[in-house]
């Protein structure tokens, strides 16, 4: 059983960062694969961004590439998404989320899920 707690989430204004982690508990976390992903208000669950078991591999939506970063400290159990030239459009609840060796885009084959940070975009 993995458990994942994000944080980081806040207010900022457009253009502005934000770091946000996401620290898990219990065994082997550099078994998983860990993703992040967003929801905004009445809309669907979408990929943000991946990593590899070792961070060696990464993977981003095309909409983030170039202003967000994901990486990871295995030694900490933590996972990262640095987020810079925040957009209003970037508004939402951000969900990390693990599953087992090879990273993925599709949020249905994460097995484990964090409660979400808010992050909120203003103009």
């Known amino acids: 059983q993995v458990q994942l707690v994000e944080s980081g989430g806040g207010l900022v204004q457009a253009g502005g960062s934000l770091r946000l982690s996401c620290t898990t508990s219990?065994?082997?976390?550099?078994?998983?694969?860990m993703g992040w992903f967003r929801q905004a208000p009445g809309k669907a669950r979408e990929f943000v961004a991946a990593i590899s078991m070792s961070g060696g591999n990464t993977y981003y939506t095309d909409s983030v590439k170039g202003r967000f970063t994901i990486s990871r400290d295995n030694a900490k159990n933590t996972v990262y998404l640095q987020l810079n030239s925040l957009k209003p459009e970037d508004t939402a609840v951000y969900y990390c989320?693990?599953?087992?060796?090879?990273?993925?885009?599709?949020?249905?084959?994460?097995?484990?899920w964090g409660q979400g940070t808010e992050v909120t975009v203003s103009s």
């Open positions: 989320a693990a599953r087992f060796y090879y990273y993925s885009d599709n949020w249905e084959s994460y097995a484990y």
């Open positions: 219990g065994r082997a976390f550099s078994a998983y694969a």
